[in-house]
């Protein structure tokens, strides 16, 4: 499974970002049952932003992001999508996407700066 992200940048506090990640593979995408968001701050901890899971669409937020951001899922299109809304420069990090297939195989995009100027 390859994930590809795009849809970083900078922006200013309480403006907006939709971050994509683009799942690929032959034939692999199909065992893919979660994926979901990371994102790492300078001299921080990797953290969990959100995911969300295969069938039920169930979806789980660091709360730090509840009510900000949305993570959603095109399964036609094997991408996931995190709509961060009302950014604020402590949202500034490397967002990484991850996918997890039926055997706990862990995926990594490549990571993708989003940058909120106060």
């Known amino acids: 499974v390859q994930l590809v992200e795009s849809g970083g940048g900078l922006v200013q506090a309480g403006d907006s970002l939709r971050l994509s990640c683009a799942a690929s593979?032959?034939?692999?995408?199909?065992?893919?049952?979660?994926m979901g968001w990371y994102r790492q701050a300078p001299g921080k901890q990797r953290e969990r932003v959100a995911v969300?899971?295969?069938?039920?669409?169930?979806?789980n937020y660091v709360d730090s992001v509840k009510g900000r951001f949305t993570i959603s899922r095109d399964n036609a299109k094997n991408t996931v999508y995190l709509q961060m809304n009302s950014l604020k420069p402590e949202d500034t990090a490397v967002y990484f996407c991850?996918?997890?297939?039926?055997?706990?195989?862990?995926?990594w995009g490549q990571g993708t700066q989003v940058t909120v100027s106060s």
């Open positions: 991850y996918a997890d297939d039926v055997w706990a195989t862990r995926y």
């Open positions: 969300i899971r295969s069938g039920t669409g169930s979806t």
């Open positions: 593979g032959n034939g692999s995408t199909s065992t893919i049952n979660v």
